[in-house]
C-alpha cells in the first residue's frame, strides 16, 4: 500500500494526516491527549482534508474531552499485590522491608521490591522509577548503536526524563535525544519504534512524506506499533 504522510491545522487542532490506497476518509481521536489522526483517499488534497476535519469538529471536540476526563491510571499505592509493568508484561508487586541496599528484581511474575524498613510510599515509587530508568540505561544504547548503523546517522547524547505528552524528542541542532521513562513498562517493539522515530527526526525534521518514507524503508510496521503504543495511557502523574 502506497502511504504518504503530512500535517496540518485546523482551527488551532494539530492534525496527522495519511494519504493511503483507501475509499473513503477516516478520522481517529486517540489517548492519551486527543491527537487526531486522519486517514485519507490519495485523490483527495489538503484542503479536502481541512474542510472534513471542520465538519466533525464537533465530535472531535467530544472525543476529546471525554479523553481529558476519563477516569486515569490509578495512582501506584506502593503495596503488595498491585499490578505493575515490566516490558509490557503485567506483574505483582511484592514489597520485602529489610535491612540492606534497597533494590528491584523480577522473580517470576512478581516484581520485588527490598525496601529499607519505614520506607513510605514515595520512597518506594522512587526506588520503582529509578529501577525502570536503570532498565531503559541497559536497552536503549545497543538498539541507538544498531539504527546509528542502519541510517547512517550520530547520536552524541541521549537522555531519560518523564514527558508528561510526547514518548521522545529530538533536538535536530544539537543531536540529542530524550526518551520517557513510562518506555520501560511498554513492549520492547515500542521501545525499538521510539527511538527509530526519534533518530529519522536527525535526517527529516517534520512529519511530512519524506519523513514516512525513512521510516518504511527502515521499520515497515512501524504504524502499528506506533498505533499499539498511542492506545496505551500514560501514568497518571505524567497526565495533570
Not at 495519511?18 to 485519507?40: C, M, Q, S, T
Request: aromatic share 8%.
Amino acid at each position: 500500500m502506497s502511504i504518504t504522510s503530512t500535517r496540518i491545522t485546523v482551527l488551532g487542532i494539530d492534525v496527522q494526516v495519511e494519504f493511503k490506497d483507501i475509499k473513503n476518509l477516516h478520522i481517529g481521536v486517540y489517548p492519551p491527549v486527543g491527537r487526531v489522526r486522519v486517514a485519507a483517499p490519495q485523490r483527495m488534497d489538503d484542503d479536502q482534508v481541512r474542510l472534513a476535519v471542520i465538519q466533525r469538529l464537533p465530535w472531535i471536540r467530544r472525543q476529546q474531552d471525554e479523553l481529558r476526563s476519563a477516569r486515569r491510571q490509578s495512582v501506584r499505592e506502593m503495596v503488595g499485590g498491585e499490578s505493575h509493568y515490566s516490558w509490557g508484561v503485567r506483574r505483582r508487586l511484592k514489597v520485602v522491608e529489610r535491612p540492606g541496599r534497597p533494590h528491584v528484581e523480577i522473580d517470576g511474575d512478581r516484581l520485588v521490591l527490598y525496601a529499607l524498613p519505614g520506607t513510605d510510599d514515595q520512597g518506594r515509587r522512587d526506588l520503582l522509577d529509578q529501577w525502570y530508568r536503570e532498565q531503559l540505561r541497559r536497552a536503549v544504547p545497543p538498539l541507538i548503536e544498531r539504527w546509528e548503523a542502519k541510517l547512517g546517522v550520530s547520536v552524541p547524547w541521549w537522555g531519560i526524563r518523564r514527558m508528561k505528552t510526547k514518548w521522545g524528542s529530538c533536538n535536530q541542532e544539537t543531536g540529542r535525544l530524550w526518551f520517557n521513562s513510562e518506555l520501560a513498562k511498554k513492549h520492547p517493539a515500542s521501545l525499538e519504534y521510539v527511538i527509530v522515530h526519534e533518530m529519522t527526526h536527525l535526517l527529516e525534521r517534520g512529519h511530512g512524506p519524506r519523513f514516512a518514507r525513512l521510516m518504511d524503508s527502515c521499520l515497515p510496521d512501524w504504524r502499528s506499533r506506533r498505533d499499539d503504543l498511542d492506545a496505551e495511557p500514560l501514568a497518571d502523574e505524567l497526565w495533570t
